[in-house]
Every structure is written in structure tokens, then in C-alpha cells.
């Protein structure tokens, strides 16, 4: 059961720098820039992209997630240059544990810069004002420093730590 309530489309939110917005198949190449790289897939579930066909296997992955109604995925766009090499989730968890469960990555060009915090803070914003979810959620590994450093300038604390919570480096596209 999911008490949230079903989106029709992907919202798009706008920060001062930013747009959150669908990934679209266009996308591909700016997202093959940065998922291609070790040290960005380092601490995800995923392994680095080995071809732009991986990219776009993404792509239609978040479309599959928000059509069944479990995740909403947005690229992050930068609006100087409207590239989108970064993308920002948003999960939707079913049953008792309904919450809003958020990851997050980000181009390693764009690494303390403070990109990702504004970007975060307006997902949160979102998911309170928009969607009424309780709690909002956001986990990493213990070594990401970069990742604790976003959560705590947005207001989250640091509520435990979970051993052998997630799997990590699963594969999406066979």
C-alpha cells in the first residue's frame, strides 16, 4: 500500500542555478560524461557506464520507475549551460514504511560547489509542501564524506547506522 498520492507527470522544480527536470533521451550523452567515471559510482548501486548504451538504458529505467509508481528520477540542469550530467531520486517506497527516500549523484566536475545541497533542498522542499511524505529519508555509505556533508547542510540528521542495508553495483539493463 502507498499512501502517496499517484503523479500524472514529473514535477519540474527550479532553484537559483538549477532546473530539476524529466531525463529525456537527449540527456544520454551528459549523463554517459559523468556515470562513466570510477570515483562518481564509487558508493552507488550501480557500476560505471561502459557505453552510451548504458546511459540511455538509464533513461528508459526512470521512465519504468515513474510509470510504475516507485521512484521519480530528475536530471539536475544547470542553467548557464543547460547541461544535464547529474540527476537527483527521489523514492517512493510502498507499505508501512512509506517515506520519501532520497539518493542523489552528482558530475564530479561540479563536487563541492554546492550544486548538490541546492538541488537536495528543493526535492525536500517538494516532498513536504507537495507530496505531505514523513519522513524524508537519504542514506550513504560511512566513508562518503561528500554526501553527509550535503545531508547535514540541509537539515538532516544522522539518525543511526544501518549494517548491510543496501547491495551495492546491481545491474539495471541485461
Known amino acids: 500500500m502507498n499512501n502517496c498520492k499517484r503523479l500524472p507527470e514529473l514535477p519540474k522544480l527550479e532553484?537559483?542555478?538549477?532546473?530539476?527536470?524529466?531525463?529525456i533521451l537527449e540527456d544520454a550523452l551528459d549523463i554517459f560524461e559523468y556515470a562513466h567515471v570510477p570515483e562518481v559510482a564509487e558508493f552507488l548501486p550501480w557500476f560505471p557506464h561502459q557505453s552510451i548504451q548504458d546511459s540511455i538504458e538509464f533513461i528508459k529505467f526512470t521512465e519504468e520507475k515513474f510509470e510504475s509508481d516507485e521512484w521519480i528520477i530528475l536530471g539536475i540542469e544547470l542553467k548557464e549551460n543547460r547541461k544535464t550530467d547529474r540527476f537527483n531520486r527521489y523514492s517512493r517506497l510502498k507499505g508501512v514504511n512509506n517515506c520519501a527516500d532520497i539518493g542523489y549523484v552528482i558530475s564530479k566536475n561540479f563536487w563541492g560547489k554546492g550544486m548538490m545541497t541546492e538541488a537536495l533542498k528543493e526535492v525536500i522542499k517538494y516532498c513536504f509542501d507537495e507530496l505531505a511524505d514523513e519522513p524524508v529519508e537519504a542514506h550513504c555509505e560511512e566513508a562518503n564524506i561528500g554526501s553527509w556533508k550535503v545531508m547535514k547542510k540541509c537539515g538532516m540528521k544522522n539518525e543511526g547506522t544501518l549494517r548491510e542495508k543496501v547491495f551495492v553495483k546491481i545491474v539495471i539493463a541485461q
Open 15 to 23: 532553484s537559483e542555478r538549477l532546473i530539476l527536470r524529466k531525463i
